[in-house]
């Protein structure tokens, strides 16, 4: 037992020692809890010229760490061990962060440069007045395929995943809300709905496809799609567009029933130690230069209506990407539907993957 509570001892003075030396280096190298911001992002999700030029005008230390699901990220931030400044969750995972608490309310007299986001981008359901968030990327869930594989079917409808011809050759995001939402679409229908007939009859409709379904997966849709290795798959356009990027043979859609208009959004999470730092990030990121800068590096379609009109013509009038006014009226972010509506939801989409089976 003694010897027990000598190695139980030793190791309280080694993680002290550690705890002593950290906060040391740190303090060696100008680095507090004031001048040090750290970012929870997705994996390659930013420039990093933009981090160092942020470093360079901010005269603070930046530390950048990555997560690969909301869940993981939301996880982390609940259980509080970690600091985060700053997070950059989806909507949904922003609505549940806002019932959990785990939100600072966002000060926008220091964010000026939010006047230069589009308003059709703003006050959204999952986070009503941007009370707590600031739009960072977006985009949309469609349909990308191949036009030597699927030759004449022009895709422009969900319904188009219902033809024939598609057997074994489609692949799906593996994803509840994503299928079910697509089925409720292509029934006109709209992918948040709650009414036990509707949900019943786009399960239904789902099961007549099973077919064509070559398979219900994830991350691997895009090296299926970019080894020819499938015809068409549902994915959202961030994805696409690494996907056609690989292949020239692609092509990316969005239904005209409507889909789901996605969006991750900048966050400072209750676990912040440098608020004003934070903000300082924020309205950095939403410079038009910065955003511009950023958006043509990592891909994805940014808010920023001034930075759009500083991005290449090639881009900026690419309505895969960027949708005009009239393809964003029929496009719907997720709503929160509640634990309970999103369990139905989930034994749901679990029913019509065991169908396939």
Do not use: C
């Not at 930013?46 to 005008?57: A, G, R, S």
């Not at 600072?104 to 009503?128: H, V």
Request: glycine share 6%; hydrophobic share 40%; proline share 4%.
């Amino acid at each position: 037992m003694k010897q027990l509570v000598r190695i139980f001892g030793l190791v309280v003075i080694v993680a002290i020692l550690m705890m002593v030396l950290t906060f040391s280096l740190n303090k060696s190298e100008g680095y507090s809890g004031g001048n040090t911001l750290t970012i929870y992002n997705w994996g390659d999700y930013v420039d990093p010229d933009l981090l160092k030029k942020f470093e360079k005008e901010s005269g603070m230390k930046v530390i950048y760490q990555t997560f690969d699901s909301n869940e993981a990220m939301m996880t982390k931030i609940e259980q509080g061990g970690t600091t985060f400044d700053i997070a950059v969750p989806s909507d949904y995972a922003i609505s549940k962060m806002r019932e959990e608490n785990l939100l600072i309310p966002l000060d926008k007299a220091k964010l000026p440069n939010m006047k230069y986001l589009n308003l059709r981008f703003m006050d959204l359901s999952f986070d009503p007045e941007n009370t707590y968030s600031m739009p960072y990327f977006w985009g949309t869930l469609g349909i990308i395929y191949n036009k030597k594989i699927v030759k004449d079917i022009p895709f422009t409808s969900w319904n188009d995943l219902w033809r024939p011809e598609l057997r074994n050759q489609i692949l799906l995001i593996d994803g509840a809300r994503e299928v079910m939402g697509l089925g409720l679409n292509s029934l006109g229908y709209s992918l948040n709905s709650t009414d036990e007939a509707q949900l019943q009859k786009a399960l239904a409709k789902l099961k007549k496809m099973t077919p064509n379904v070559k398979a219900i997966v994830g991350d691997e849709i895009k090296i299926l799609m970019a080894g020819n290795e499938a015809g068409v798959a549902v994915t959202f356009s961030g994805e696409a567009a690494e996907m056609l990027d690989q292949n020239k043979d692609l092509e990316y859609v969005i239904p005209k029933e409507g889909s789901n208009l996605w969006f991750d959004n900048m966050v400072i999470p209750k676990t912040a130690k440098n608020v004003d730092g934070a903000h300082k990030f924020i309205n950095f990121m939403l410079k038009p230069e910065n955003a511009a800068q950023n958006a043509e590096y990592v891909g994805y379609a940014t808010p920023n209506e001034a930075a759009v009109k500083l991005l290449p013509k090639e881009i900026s009038s690419d309505e895969r990407f960027y949708p005009n006014l009239d393809q964003l009226k029929n496009l719907e972010v997720y709503d929160n539907l509640g634990k309970k509506m999103l369990a139905h939801y989930n034994e749901l989409f679990l029913e019509f993957k065991m169908y396939r089976k």
